[in-house]
C-alpha cells in the first residue's frame, strides 16, 4: 500500500493509494459509488438519486483533510499506513461496527486472558451487534449507544452486566480513535445506572483454621492452606505446577491460572 503527501492551499494533505477497485458512477452529477469487497453494490446514487452506470475498474484514492505541517500529516500517514497493514480498515465509511469489532476481538486476543477475551465477544454477540453490527463505525452516536444499553437493561441483564457492555463498546471505539477510524468516542457521552457491590462475607481468621483442621487429610487442603497463606485466586492456586514451587526457599511464584472457557473447556 502506498500513500504520499503533498501540498493542498495553505495547508498538508495526505494521500493513500488503494489500488484500482471496482466502481458505478452516477449518470446525473458523475459520483463514484465503490463497491466494498464483501458488502452489497450499491443500486442508486446516495448523493442525487440517479441511475448508476455499468461497474469498471478505476484507481482508488484517499485524501485526508488538511494539517498544518508537513510532520503531522507524515506522522497521520504512517499510523493509517499502520492499520492497513494489521488487516484493519482505516476509512470509516466503509468499516462497519461489525467489520470492525472482529478485527479489535483478533487485537485483543494478543493482549487480555483467554476468559476476558470470551466475555468481550459472548457481550458484543449478544448486545452491540444486534443493534449496530450493520452501521458504520464513522455514523454511531450517543443515541444509537443509549439504545444498546436500554435494550440490554429492558431485556433482563442486570446493572452490573449492562456497566460491562458500555465498557466492552467504550473499548471498542476508543482503540477505534487511537487507530484515526473515528474523531470521538461516543460512549464516553452516555453513562449507566450505578450498580451495587456484593457484600463480602470474608471468614474470621478462626473460621479459616477451622476450615483448615477440617480439611486435613483430604484433596482440599493444600490448595485451602495457599489461598488462606498467600491471598491467592481460586484459579492462580489452580493453576500451580511444581516448577512455581521453591521449597528449599519457602517460596511459590504465580505465573499463570487455570481458567474455564465456555464452549472450550479448561
Request: one cysteine or more; a positive charge.
Amino acid at each position: 500500500m502506498n500513500g504520499h503527501i503533498r501540498r493542498r492551499g495553505k495547508g498538508w494533505v495526505y494521500v493513500v493509494d488503494l489500488g484500482r477497485q471496482s466502481a458505478r458512477s452516477c449518470d446525473a452529477c458523475n459520483r463514484k459509488h465503490w463497491i466494498e469487497v464483501g458488502g452489497s453494490e450499491p443500486d442508486e446514487c446516495s448523493k442525487c438519486g440517479g441511475h448508476l452506470g455499468p461497474a469498471s475498474e478505476e484507481r482508488r484514492q484517499k485524501w485526508s483533510g488538511q494539517y498544518s505541517s508537513k510532520a503531522d500529516a507524515s506522522r497521520h500517514l504512517r499510523k493509517v499506513l499502520g492499520v492497513i497493514d494489521s488487516g484493519a480498515n482505516p476509512f470509516p465509511e466503509t468499516v462497519t461496527v461489525r467489520d470492525f469489532a472482529a478485527t479489535w476481538l483478533d487485537h485483543k486476543a494478543t493482549i487480555v486472558r483467554p476468559r476476558t477475551l470470551s466475555r468481550y465477544r459472548s457481550l458484543l454477540a449478544a448486545n452491540v451487534l444486534p443493534v449496530l453490527g450493520g452501521m458504520s463505525m464513522a455514523k454511531v452516536r450517543v443515541g444509537h449507544i443509549r439504545r444498546v444499553l436500554d435494550e440490554a437493561s429492558n431485556g433482563g441483564l442486570a446493572p452490573r452486566s449492562v456497566q460491562h457492555v458500555r465498557a466492552v463498546m467504550s473499548g471498542l471505539f476508543a482503540t477505534a480513535m487511537q487507530w484515526e477510524l473515528i474523531d470521538a468516542n461516543p460512549v464516553k457521552g452516555v453513562e449507566t445506572a450505578s450498580a451495587r457491590r456484593p457484600e463480602l462475607e470474608v471468614p474470621t481468621a478462626a473460621q479459616a483454621i477451622a476450615l483448615l483442621e477440617e480439611s486435613k487429610g483430604t484433596v482440599w487442603h493444600t490448595p485451602m492452606l495457599l489461598a488462606v497463606a498467600t491471598g491467592a485466586r481460586r484459579s492462580e492456586v489452580l493453576g500451580l505446577g511444581w516448577s512455581a514451587v521453591d521449597l528449599d526457599r519457602g517460596r511459590i511464584q504465580i505465573v499463570r491460572s487455570l481458567q474455564r472457557i465456555p464452549g472450550e473447556g479448561l
